[in-house]
């Protein structure tokens, strides 16, 4: 089975299970945004509102310092962040990472995202 650049882990694909691209994003902000886990509010968590999902919450003050429109636009945008293979990021890795959704609703995908910051804030 392929790898991925970013771990030995089996590659993660656009079809993977939510839960394994939402690990694979979460994965990508410890290394990339060591204290994430900070500004990220699951009460109002939402993937389909570009303020209120993940890199809305995340990388807020940074977008709107820098004029991007929200954190989603700043890390696709911005150049300050690569891909494993130090290429542009693109709405496929944005898909790959969980960031955005693929054939699930964002219902679902704020759901996977909650799920798993409730179980790894519960093994700190």
Known sequence: MPTSAFTSAPAVTQTSPI????NLG??????NAP??????NLDTLDLGLSTDC???QVFYAEAAW???YNGFDYILN???????????????????HGFEVYDETYARLTAAWRLALSQTSNED
Request: zero cysteines; a negative charge.
């Open 26 to 31: 979460i994965s990508w902000l410890d290394e």
């Open 35 to 40: 204290a994430w886990r900070t500004p990220v």
């Open 54 to 56: 993940i890199l809305g």
């Open 78 to 96: 911005s150049g300050d962040f690569k891909d494993a293979a130090g290429g542009s990021l693109t709405t496929a890795w944005m898909l790959r």
């Open 66 to 68: 820098e004029g991007y």
């Open 19 to 22: 839960a394994d691209r939402v």
